[in-house]
């Protein structure tokens, strides 16, 4: 079992830097590949990027790719999403998962925090 908790989430204006956290608890964290996903209302969940068990292996969503950083910090339990150059459509709920595989599928991921709310303003 594996509880996830995000933050960091907030209002800045365009182009500007958030950093989200994920901190997790249980004793099998380091065991899970890691994904943050967002969706917004009305839409389904959509992938923005994943990370292994390890932290050796990343994985972006397209539109992110070279904005955003994922990394992981097993001995503190925590995920992170460093989200830089943020735009407008960036605006929504991120949550973040623990599952098997540092996949796209949000059906592979067992366990979801409650989400962090991004608003980026023009």
């Known amino acids: 079992q594996v509880q996830l908790v995000e933050s960091g989430g907030g209002l800045v204006q365009a182009g500007g830097s958030l950093r989200l956290s994920c901190a997790a608890s249980g004793p099998t964290f380091r065991s899970y590949a890691m994904g943050w996903f967002r969706q917004a209302p009305g839409k389904e969940r959509e992938f923005v990027a994943a990370?292994?068990?390890?932290?050796?292996?990343?994985y972006y969503e397209f539109s992110v790719k070279g904005r955003f950083t994922i990394s992981r910090d097993n001995a503190k339990n925590a995920v992170y999403l460093q989200m830089n150059n943020l735009k407008p459509e960036d605006t929504t709920v991120y949550y973040c998962a623990a599952g098997p595989h540092p996949v796209r599928d949000s059906h592979d991921y067992h366990y979801w925090g409650q989400g962090t709310q991004v608003t980026v303003s023009p």
């Open positions: 990370i292994s068990w390890g932290g050796g292996s990343t």
